[in-house]
């Protein structure tokens, strides 16, 4: 289960309160935003149960903000329509930001969503491959939702900490993580990295074998997922960007202390069932961007063979000043 702690409601009852209390849908410098109505593209996982509370709770509102939520089906196409003008703020793993930064997207890391905690990513194998070590991976297929993603760095990671080469498995992009579980019950892969709410479920229901949690060794406390806009939408919405932040830093907070308000929270915007959102591990929810744990993703994509290593001096703190 998830180490996050409870918040009181005498101290929900406060955060709203401040919340209520908010000047007229100003920014904290007092100006307004000069965009209110803003489109969101998330890749829809319980990373973003943040921003899922500020929406739920009327932080957003209470900013001046008419916030909507879009799902993208990965987290490139949602930065892709960010760079498009598609939409205003896009919710992607940090391994997809920093290869679109790199290629000269221009993009500014505004908050961050999630960061790895203990059972909420775990490798999981089919029964028939007959798998049950990490090192048992070795000359066998894993599946991924895309090519060179997050999870990809992660099992890199896992593999060369229990002495597999990464050359030595094959890597089948292009399987949602939805669909990861009857991918391996199917046959159709060996393993694969599964994030909650997934991972209780795949196990329930198809008997999947657990490997190995991905919250340990090099990615301990490994960052996963972000908020981004272009540096040219930052520039020009300094007063809408302030609002967005601010309530959601609230809906972070509330998250990052109150797990009933995260379950709520998924099981309306995910459409995860109250039974399954009581048992799932739950990531941590920072509150504020951290420069040194960010910079953990571009010095792993060197180390792990995902950027050649000429990019090792990239400094992430450039997305995010």
Known sequence: ?????????????????????????????????????????????????????????????????????????????????????????????????????????????????????????????????????????????????????????????????????????????GVPLPDAGRVLHEGLADAAPVPEPFVSADEEQYGLGELADLDQGATEDFPLQGFAVTQAWAQKYPGTLRAFVTALEQGQQIADTDRSAVEKAVEKFLGIPARTAALISLPGYPLSVDTVRLQRVPDAMVQYGLLPKKDASFKISSMTG
């Open 1 to 173: 289960m998830s180490r996050r702690m409870r918040i009181s409601a005498a101290v929900i009852a406060a955060i709203l309160a401040a919340v209520a209390g908010c000047s007229g849908g100003r920014g904290p410098s007092g100006s307004p935003p000069e965009k209110t109505d803003i489109v969101v593209d998330v890749f829809p996982s319980i990373d973003t149960a943040g921003l899922y509370i500020a929406q739920m709770d009327g932080l957003f509102r209470a900013q001046g903000l008419n916030v909507t939520i879009k799902f993208a089906a990965t987290s490139q196409s949602a930065v892709t329509g960010q760079e498009k003008g598609i939409y205003d703020i896009s919710s992607a793993d940090y391994v997809t930001y920093v290869y679109n930064e790199l290629a000269g997207a221009r993009l500014r890391i505004i908050a961050e969503a999630s960061f790895l905690q203990p059972g909420e990513l775990a490798m999981l194998a089919g029964t028939h491959s007959q798998i049950k070590t990490v090192a048992g991976l070795a000359g066998k297929t894993i599946s991924v939702a895309a090519p060179n993603d997050i999870a990809t760095l992660l099992v890199r990671s896992l593999l060369t900490q229990y002495g597999v080469s990464p050359g030595d498995v094959r890597f089948k992009a």
